[in-house]
C-alpha cells in the first residue's frame, strides 16, 4: 500500500488521514506548529452553511453530503477514542433581514416551517423579529477543540505518524512527481503528497499553485460563560452569530478581514461584536468575558474548495480551501478524496473541486 504525506494537521489533515489510515495505508502528518491551533481550532463549529440558501450547489451538496454522515462519523470516532466532541443538534434561528424570496423557496425545498414552535424559550428576542425568523431545526454544532483532540487521538491509534514543528519549505521534484519535501526537519519522502496547509497551502505550492486562490481572512470570535446556555439553539442576524454550548460557554461570531497572515485581535473588532450580541442577548452585559481570538479562513471563490490530484503532478493531492464551513465540509471532503484516490466511484459530480486550480473568481468576503 502507498506512503501518504500530509502537510497539515488541521481539521482536514486529520480527517483525511484517518480516512486512509482505514482504507490500509500508510500515513504521516507535518504540521509546522502544534496540531489543530490554527483555523480549525478557532473556527465556531456550526455544521452548516450560515444562511443556507446564498450559497451555489457545489457548496450545498458538498455539505449536504458531508452533513448526512456527519453524526456516525463523530459517533464512531468518540467511541473509538473516548473524547466526546458534543456533537449537538441544537438548530439555528435566523433572523431578519435575509434575504426572503431566496430564503422561501429554499423553506419549501427543504420542508422547513417558517412558524416558530415556542416561541416563549426565545423571550431575549424581538417579537416583530421573531415573526419574520426562521428555524431550521436539523443545524448542529460540534466543539472544534473536542474534535481536533479526538481526530488526533484516533491518527496514532490507527498508526499514523505526526510530527508538530515541522515546517514545509519546499516541494523537491523530478519528471513531474515530487520525489521528496524539504522541512524545518530534514527532507521527508513517501509515494504520494496531500496539501492539507489550509490558508497556507498556496504558500507551500509555491508556483506548483497555478491558478488557485486561496487567501487567509481572518476572523474574531468572543467566548462568555453563562450558569446555562442563555439561549437553545444557535441564533444567526446577518454575520453575526451566539453559538450555546451545553454547559453554558457562549461564542459570538465572527469578523471578517483581509489583513493578511495576522491573528492580532482589535478593540474595534471586539466593540462591533459586543455591541451586536447585547442587542440580541442584554444579559451578555452582566458576564465578563472569557476569551477573544482571531483565526485565518482558507478562503477560496465562491467557497469552495479544491480536492484531489494536481493537474499536472501525478502524485500530488490537495484538499483544502474550505473558507467559512471547513469543519462542516470535512468528513465529506475526505471522502471524496480518497474515492479519487482510489479511483472509487463519487457520491455525486465533484469536478467542481477541480476547478480551482484555474481561477475560479473573486473572493467574496464581506
Ligand atoms: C472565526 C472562525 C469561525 C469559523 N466558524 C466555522 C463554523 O462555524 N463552521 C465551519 O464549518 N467552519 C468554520 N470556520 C472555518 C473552518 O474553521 C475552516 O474552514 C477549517 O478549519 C479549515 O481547516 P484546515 O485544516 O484546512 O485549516 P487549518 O485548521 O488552518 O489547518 C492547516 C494546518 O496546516 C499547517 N501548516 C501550514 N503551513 C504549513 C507548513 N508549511 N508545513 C507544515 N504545516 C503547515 C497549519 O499550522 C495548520 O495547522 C471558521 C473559521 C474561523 C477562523
Redesign the pocket.
Known sequence: MSQFLL?????????SAVRLLKEGFSVTV?????????????????????APWDYSEPVTQLVGYSTSIYSKWVNELSLSTEIDPEFNECGMLVLPPYDSVKAHQWCISHNIKKEINHKSFWSTIHQSALEEAIFIPHVA??R?PRL?AALQREVIKRGGVIKEF????KLNLKNKSIVSIS??SGNYSADDYII??????R??LGKYALNLNIIP?????LLYKFDAPPIPSILLQKEL?L?PRLDGHLLI???MENVGFNKQITQAAYDKLYKKASRLLPEIETKHLIKH??????ASPFNI?TIGRHPDLHNLFI????????????PGSAEILLNEIMGKPQPFDISFYQKGWNQLGKIEFS
Open positions: 502537510i497539515g494537521a488541521g481539521i482536514i489533515g486529520l480527517t507535518l504540521e509546522k506548529g502544534e496540531v489543530g491551533q490554527e483555523s480549525s481550532w478557532a473556527g465556531g463549529g456550526i455544521l452548516s452553511p450560515l454544532q460540534i472544534n481536533l515541522c515546517e514545509v519549505s522541512t524545518t492539507t496547509a489550509g490558508a497556507w497551502s504558500k507551500i481572512i481572518q476572523g474574531q470570535m452569530y453559538i461570531g465572527s469578523t481570538w482571531a483565526g485565518l479562513r482558507p474548495p484538499n483544502s480551501g474550505h473558507f467559512r464551513y471547513g469543519v462542516t465540509m470535512a
